[in-house]
């Protein structure tokens, strides 16, 4: 399975990221540093999220982008649209109930090709709260999902907490 990227490409006030591969959660805190830097610049700014070439995106990723999303909406009052061809994929989504956050188009997207996000080289404490805030934001979306992730979420509050976090930024977006 091909490694996973993330890819981007602007034009004026539209943004497109591009999910590629086998997309995990040591990516997260590269794509959510400069989603929060684009968002800075532009709060406004009109976010698609590409998932037609992506094999897999793990759960810390679509929680990463289900905050993202949220940003997005508070900023422009715009729900963010996700290009989901793959039935696979698109199942996924409506399970963890993304259809109440976003707008799913079953087709796919232009492809306009895009440059690699930047990796950014997170601590184990940036990317163990970047794991914890994506799985909370989860849990938020709906009762299936509370359950699923609640285990994860304890247990990661427990390792920040153990780390010397206190956790109570742990509900902030």
Do not use: W
């Not at 690699?116 to 080289?121: D, K, L, S, Y």
């Amino acid at each position: 399975m091909p490694e996973g990227r993330v890819l981007y490409a602007g034009r004026e006030h539209a943004h497109v990221l591009r999910y590629v591969g086998d997309v995990r959660h040591s990516l997260a805190p590269s794509v959510s540093e400069f989603v929060d830097g684009l968002l800075d610049r532009e709060p406004d700014a009109e976010l698609l999220f590409d998932f037609s070439q992506a094999e897999i995106i793990d759960s810390t990723n679509l929680g990463a982008i289900a905050r993202i999303a949220d940003r997005v909406t508070t900023g422009s009052g715009k729900r963010v649209t996700i290009f989901s061809p793959r039935a696979e994929m698109t199942q996924v989504l409506f399970s963890m109930a993304f259809d109440e956050v976003f707008d799913i188009c079953t087709e796919s997207s232009p492809d306009e090709g895009g440059a690699p996000i930047p990796r950014v080289e997170a601590s184990h404490e940036a990317s163990s709260r970047t794991v914890l805030l994506a799985h909370q934001r989860l849990m938020q979306m709906s009762d299936s999902n509370r359950e699923q992730f609640r285990e994860v979420v304890e247990l990661m509050e427990r390792d920040l907490a153990s780390a010397g976090d206190d956790g109570k930024r742990s509900l902030k977006p």
